[in-house]
Nanobody, 122 residues
Framework: QVQLVESGGGSVQAGGSLKLSCTAS????????MGWFRQVPGKEREGVAR???????TYADSVKGRFTISRDNAKNTLYLQMNSLKPEDTAMYYC????????????????WGQGTQVTVSS
């Protein structure tokens, strides 16, 4: 049974930082491309950052220079360091996994966590 479990969300003031974690089980973690997505009620889920199996990364333009995605294959854990947070970063954040990292679209990802809420106040 595949499980992705996010943690680390919370409330923070604008300019603050949070670090999200996502621990995976039931998959050969190192073989998967991992991504962070976020969603606000009434809007489509959007890709935030992804990390390939070889460690290379891509980011949404809205978070470049502020967010850093990383992975620890020994711990089956994915991270998202979020700095200089803005109110518009407020969303439910999800981690997801796919064997084929050809797209940043949510429908390309097979496994999903339950999400962790991030709220940034001005």
């Amino acid at each position: 049974q595949v499980q992705l479990v996010e943690s680390g969300g919370g409330s923070v003031q604008a300019g603050g930082s949070l670090k999200l974690s996502c621990t995976a089980s039931g998959i050969s973690y190192a073989r998967y491309c991992m991504g962070w997505f976020r969603q606000v009620p009434g809007k489509e889920r959007e890709g935030v950052a992804r990390i390939y199996q070889d460690g290379s990364t891509t980011y949404a333009d809205s978070v470049k220079g502020r967010f850093t995605i990383s992975r620890d294959n020994a711990k089956n854990t994915l991270y998202l360091q979020m700095n200089s947070l803005k109110p518009e970063d407020t969303a439910m954040y999800y981690c997801a996994a796919t064997a084929y990292c050809y797209s940043f679209r949510p429908d390309a990802y097979v496994y999903w966590g339950q999400g962790t809420q991030v709220t940034v106040s001005s």
